[in-house]
């Protein structure tokens, strides 16, 4: 089982930047692919990025692509989500989740982020 801890939420301006990091337990984090998520009051859950076990592979979500970037290191165990330029529409409850070889999924308690137009 894995756990993670997402941190790096806070307050900023639009057109800020934040960076997000989650820190996942266990020896085996680089088999595990690793996502960002995002929930905004009164919303669905929203799929932001993912990044694939060694790094090589990331996909985005169109409403983030250029300005979000997701990354990770093995050796710390943690991925990242560098957020720029960032807008109002953009607060929201920031999730990171693990997703392992026979498609168990584990989330973090995630972390707020809120931007003031």
């Known amino acids: 089982q894995v756990q993670l801890v997402e941190s790096g939420g806070g307050l900023v301006q639009a057109g800020g930047s934040l960076r997000l990091s989650c820190v996942a337990s266990g020896p085996t984090f680089s088999s595990y692919v690793m996502g960002w998520i995002r929930q905004a009051p009164g919303k669905e859950r929203e799929f932001l990025a993912r990044i694939s076990g060694s790094g090589g592979s990331t996909v985005y979500a169109d409403s983030v692509k250029g300005r979000f970037t997701i990354s990770r290191d093995n050796a710390k165990n943690t991925v990242y989500l560098q957020m720029n330029n960032l807008r109002a529409k953009d607060t929201a409850v920031y999730y990171c989740?693990?997703?392992?070889?026979?498609?168990?999924?584990?989330w973090g308690q995630g972390t707020r982020v809120t931007v003031s137009a």
């Open positions: 989740a693990a997703t392992g070889r026979i498609d168990d999924t584990y």
